[in-house]
Each structure stands twice: as structure tokens, then as C-alpha cells.
């Protein structure tokens, strides 16, 4: 995972955001088998929980989507993300994409939609989304059940790459470094699953309709 420089990022504030404690709930899984998204990612960033792949299933009997994301030593880490969830999370990764690189630098917010929507497709379409997602975790941190996530922050500090913290309303989570690719790939993950669940929420990046394309994808 490359630094992306502070001469080319927007500071922004250490953001924490919380969905209420009534979204939690735990209930049987039943997979949506066609709605399977996978990340693979070549991170070199020094980091705590480096990803190598992320992964996002539809379950379609409790209308969440599973997000798994394995790192470099063999951790996996899994999570239950609601709609209300998803929505929270929207917004937070679009400010990310939205502080760094050119798109900061844009005053006109048209100049910054069309440049942010470019920047997403070349990143989406140089990524690897047709690698199996890897079964070789020796380590769960958090467990062999999904966590339900509630709370997301976002960590911008000078000179570093950002991190994203993903973390249920009481106890462990994830923070993880995240660069501008595995953003952009990220929401288009999101977008897809969403889309898969019918959940129609306004995932956008910038003048992209995040409801295009039909086909699953994986990224890897």
C-alpha cells in the first residue's frame, strides 16, 4: 500500500460514527450465492492488519451482507453489515476519496464529481476482481462468528496513509490502513451488494451510478 503523500491530501478530522444500540441482532445464515464479491490486495503498508482480500455476501435470510476481510498473517476477520450500516459507512468513504489527490484540489464541485468518477473506474477496472477468495486463515481474532458492526471511524493523521476502523457498538473490532484503490474497490463492492439486496441506497461515486453493471465482481 503506497503513502499518498501529504503535499496531495486535505487533512481530514478523526471521525467517529455510531448506529443505534436497536440494530443489533444475531440470527441463522443462509447465503446468496451469486452476490459473492471478492478483494485481493498487494499492500506493503506497515501496518497492524494488512489486507490481502476482502469479500462480501448477500444473505439473503437475514438481508445483511457478510464482509470478510483476511490480512497478510492469516487473520480473518468477519463482520455482519446491515443497510443502516452500509449507509452510515457511504459517506465516510466517499470524504476519504474526496481528500486526496486531485479531486482535493478542485474548488468546483462538477470539476471534483467528474474527476472522482474517472479516478473510480481506473481504479475498479485495474483491479483484480477473479481470484478465489482464500480459505488458508489459521487465526479468527474476533472469533468464528460474524461481528455486527456499528460504529465507523476514520483516521487522517499528516504524512500517513488513513485508516479505517470498523467496529461493532461494544467490544473489538478493525482498523486497517486504506489506500485510495482499495477504497474505490471497496465502494464498488458495496455498490454491487446493495444492489444485489435490493436495499436501494444512493451509492455514488461522484457521476457514476453505482446501480450500473450487473455483473458480480470479485477483487483480488
Known amino acids: 500500500m503506497t503513502d499518498l503523500g501529504a503535499s496531495n491530501r486535505v487533512a481530514l478530522p478523526n471521525v467517529r460514527l455510531s448506529l443505534p444500540s436497536a440494530q443489533i441482532s444475531v440470527g441463522a445464515t443462509q447465503m446468496c450465492q451469486n452476490s459473492v464479491k471478492t478483494f485481493q490486495s498487494c499492500s506493503k503498508e506497515p501496518d497492524m492488519s494488512r489486507v490481502h482480500q476482502i469479500q462480501l455476501k448477500y444473505d439473503a435470510r437475514e438481508d445483511r451482507t457478510l464482509l470478510r476481510i483476511s490480512t497478510l498473517d492469516k487473520c480473518e476477520y ?12 457511504w459517506p465516510a468513504l466517499i470524504r476519504m476519496l474526496e481528500s486526496t489527490g486531485k479531486v482535493a484540489q478542485q474548488r468546483d464541485q462538477a ?61 473489538r473490532g478493525l482498523e486497517i490502513a486504506v ?24 451509492l455514488s461515486i461522484g457521476e457514476e451510478s453505482a446501480a450500473a453493471g450487473d455483473n458480480p465482481r470479485r477483487l483480488n
Open 78 to 89: 468477519q463482520f455482519w453489515m446491515t443497510r443502516r450500516f452500509t449507509k452510515l459507512l
Open 179 to 202: 489506500d485510495d484503490k482499495l477504497i474505490h474497490s471497496f465502494c464498488s463492492m458495496l455498490a454491487k451488494a446493495a444492489q444485489s439486496a435490493d436495499w436501494r441506497l444512493d
Open 111 to 171: 470539476a471534483k464529481s467528474a474527476i472522482l468518477a474517472f479516478e473510480h473506474e481506473k481504479a475498479t477496472s485495474n483491479s483484480d476482481f477473479a481470484t478465489k477468495y482464500q480459505e488458508d486463515a489459521t487465526r479468527t481474532p474476533l472469533g468464528t462468528s460474524p461481528v455486527l458492526l456499528a460504529k465507523v471511524e476514520v483516521k487522517s493523521d499528516s504524512g500517513k496513509v488513513p485508516r479505517l476502523g470498523l467496529h461493532p457498538l461494544e467490544g
